[in-house]
């Protein structure tokens, strides 16, 4: 294995199993949030178990974070090196002609993506680490309630919030719409399952941020 | 028919370069896109100028040295050949037309269109065959049962010319579709096995060391493929490099 992960195909490789995880990881978070639209406790009970079990808290956040830091880093670094591979510009370059506009702008895509992660980490993963381990207050409550939903529910009063959410989950279905697929294609998944994988993947892609959407907007419409 | 030309004018590897306005009239629309610049070089040569520098050998569409970039497309707007098959019924009288060499730092302009796709050469020299007993033992290819599906993804990959169309195309300069199909065509026959564990890794090694960019599936190449090489060929490349660095 000495060099994979130093060669074209190891990085494309590592982006692809960072991707997969983050995708997962879009899964569970979407999975949660939907709850909040049917059923307060619900929601409230999922949301305390996972921001006070110890082993999401301690095992699987550690490695989420390396993972987002990891899928960007490598993002950035795979632009820098595939800019540097065509030192003179076209002058006349039809790229519509031959691929999709997803597909040659996931750096930007991208981008939103990473200045969307900003704003929800200053609106909900900050505070929450403020009031659980600088606080110390892991009980979840707020004049003897769950806070959860409450806090959900207040974040989204804004209009100009949840236009930018809003916004930033449609950049979000763009990545995903060439980066699902793309993944596949990188750890090598060629088989009869390849025609059923891109179906799914495009439910994928346009399903969850559609979701998110969806969640935002029911909140800020409440 | 009436055109404007945009020509790629470079004198030789260290000029800088620049692009040049050309008119151009009485083109036939049945004349191939090589034709018409032979009748421009001739007009430039009569005129005491110095005519565009361009490649080509067969002008069948099968030996991969033609390589323009010609209205920001390689090997122009049609799909499935190269730059020698391209037609001017493929353009409009008045039009202007951008013609450049292929773009990437591995491929360097020698000369105006002319550009070094040796890095190729190299990356077939570093795996890109089989080994043969020529002894007077050699077995009859023949003889060895493949069967019909893999037979046919062998002989599609193998139909590429290595015109660097792909490379050119790829927004990243990458050259995994031409790396790729040089490493399926023997991956999927049994005469490739033996090697085949050196030949991808050695055959990406190269590839890299070249300085072509990292492949995100973009698929340009595969559209603008004169041979319509697919991008199954990346897929299986990619599974060959993961199992031959574990085994290696």
């Known amino acids: 294995m000495s060099g994979f992960l130093s060669s074209s ?16 990881f879009l899964l569970q978070h979407f999975a949660i949030n939907i709850l909040s639209v049917f059923s307060e406790s619900a929601f409230n009970k999922a949301s305390h178990f996972m921001g006070t079990f110890w082993a999401v808290q301690y095992l699987l956040q ?41 597909s040659r702008n996931m750096i930007l895509s991208g981008l939103v993506i990473l200045a969307f992660m900003a704003l929800h980490f200053i609106d909900f993963w900050i505070p929450e680490i403020n009031t659980k381990y600088i606080q110390g207050d892991m009980s979840g409550l707020h004049n003897g309630e769950f ?15 949840t236009i930018v959410y809003c916004i930033s989950f449609i950049f979000l279905a763009l990545h995903l ?12 998944a060629n088989n009869k399952y390849t025609r059923g994988l891109k179906g799914f993947s495009k439910i994928y892609a346009i399903g969850i941020p559609l979701g998110f959407i969806f969640i935002a907007l029911f909140h800020h419409l409440k | 028919m009436n055109l ?22 009485d083109v036939s629309p049945d004349m ?12 430039l040569i009569e005129k005491g100028d110095e005519p565009v520098a361009f490649d080509h050998d067969c002008r069948e569409g099968i030996c991969g040295m033609c390589s323009l970039y010609i209205n920001g497309e390689a090997h122009g707007p049609d799909r499935g050949v190269t730059t020698c098959q391209l037609h001017m019924r493929k353009f409009k009288d008045g039009d202007t037309i951008y013609i450049e060499p292929f773009r990437a730092k591995a491929f360097p302009v020698i000369k105006d269109l002319v550009v070094d796709r040796s890095a190729f050469d190299r990356v077939q020299h570093a795996g890109g065959f089989i080994s043969v007993n020529t002894s007077g033992n050699t077995q009859d290819a023949n003889a060895i049962p493949i069967n019909k ?7 599609d990959a193998a139909t590429c010319i290595g015109c660097g169309a792909c490379v050119a195309s790829c927004k990243n300069s990458s050259a995994m579709l031409f790396v790729s199909a040089k490493v399926s065509q023997f991956a999927l026959l049994p005469q490739g096995q033996v090697e085949a564990t050196d030949r991808v890794l050695n055959m990406v090694k190269q590839m890299d060391e070249e300085g072509f960019g990292n492949c995100t599936n973009t698929g340009a190449c595969e559209v603008e493929c004169p041979k319509g090489i697919s991008l199954e060929n990346i897929a299986r490349m990619n599974s060959e490099y993961l199992k031959a660095s574990l085994k290696g």
């Open chain 1, 9 to 24: 195909i190891g990085r494309k490789f590592a982006m692809a199993l960072s991707a997969f995880f983050l995708m997962i």
């Open chain 1, 62 to 102: 550690p490695v989420l974070i390396f993972g987002v830091v990891f899928h960007f880093v490598m993002g950035f670094v795979l632009e820098i090196q595939n800019n540097r591979a065509r030192k003179i510009k076209y002058a006349k370059n039809n790229g519509g002609a031959n691929s999709s506009w997803m």
């Open chain 1, 147 to 161: 806070r959860y939903f409450h806090e959900l529910e207040e974040k989204f009063h804004s209009h100009i919030r």
């Open chain 1, 177 to 188: 719409l060439h980066g699902f697929n793309s993944a596949f294609q990188s750890v090598g």
């Open chain 2, 4 to 25: 404007t030309l945009k020509i790629w004018r470079q004198k030789n590897a260290n000029d800088k370069g620049k692009m040049t306005d050309y008119q151009i009239s």
């Open chain 2, 32 to 43: 191939s896109f090589l034709e018409m610049l032979d009748v421009l070089n001739n007009q």
């Open chain 2, 149 to 155: 599906h893999d037979a046919d993804k062998s002989f």
